[in-house]
């Protein structure tokens, strides 16, 4: 990982990460589930990309509702697959690569997971920390 691409990393996109871990149930699963269900969100971003570029020929606005629909039946589709099941972190990850601009360049699709993770570690550590804090006071 080089330096430049750290730096990259969007600081709003931990935003994004923190609060998809606790929507996801907490603890170590639901921390799993953030993590993969933002990464394979963001590269449907990709997905679409590419889907919208191949029906570019029939003009707006089909090529992006072709693109939304496809993308959008694909994740509901893996999301029966349990490690992928965290369906608005699918759809969390996907909308920040587009935010973020990713398009087809692999070291912003890493600059952005890398920020998604991170926020959805701080939402981890913040949920041991606090758990640990409110048992000492009990």
Avoid: H, Q, R
């Amino acid at each position: 990982l080089s330096a430049v691409t750290a730096l990259m990393a969007p600081a709003w996109a931990a935003f994004i990460g923190m609060p998809l871990y606790f929507a996801s149930g907490g603890g170590k699963g639901g921390l799993g589930k953030t993590f993969a269900a933002n990464t394979a969100g963001s590269i449907m971003s990709m997905v679409m990309g590419l889907i919208m570029a191949g029906t570019s020929f029939l003009g707006n606005p089909a090529p992006i509702a072709i693109g939304v629909g496809l993308v959008s039946a694909i994740i509901v589709l893996y999301s029966k697959w349990p490690p992928l099941s965290y369906i608005p972190g699918c759809f969390a990850g996907c909308s920040a690569a587009f935010a973020f601009g990713v398009g087809y360049d692999i070291s912003l699709l890493l600059a952005l997971n890398i920020a998604m993770w991170s926020g959805a570690f701080l939402g981890f550590v913040a949920d041991v920390w606090g758990n640990a804090m409110a048992k000492k006071t009990e």
